[in-house]
């Protein structure tokens, strides 16, 4: 089970912090990852982080958002800085462990101009 929070309403170059909590049968070695979300438009990555410290950020936010993650608690954050409104989207958190693949509920970001 994938918990998210810390979705909300921003003005254009203010910043949010996702958290996801990841609780259940969660192997040591597992990756977390943030994507995104606009109606009618595919789901993407954001950004993803193994429980080793491998890290992958989308060219599209590199520079502006920091994924980091807790292991002891099994959490992922996404830190979001200088938003822009194109960054509006359904935020989902995703957990990849022992072979399958699970989904938060989603967490609105809407961001202003």
């Known amino acids: 089970q994938l918990q998210a929070s810390g979705g909300g309403l921003a003005q254009a170059g203010e910043s949010l912090r996702l958290s996801c909590a990841a609780s259940?049968?969660?192997?040591?070695?597992?990756?977390m990852a943030w994507y995104r979300q606009t109606p009618g438009k595919q789901r993407n990555l954001v950004a993803r982080?193994?429980?080793?410290?491998?890290?992958y950020v989308d060219d599209s936010v590199q520079g502006r958002f920091i994924i980091s993650r807790d292991n002891a608690k099994n959490t992922v954050y996404l830190q979001m800085n200088s938003l822009k409104p194109e960054d509006t989207a359904v935020y989902y958190c995703?957990?990849?462990?022992?072979?399958?693949?699970?989904w938060g509920q989603g967490t609105l970001v809407t961001v202003s101009s």
């Open positions: 995703n957990i990849i462990t022992g072979g399958a693949d699970y």
């Open positions: 259940g049968r969660i192997f040591s070695y597992n990756t």
């Open positions: 982080m193994s429980s080793g410290g491998s890290t």
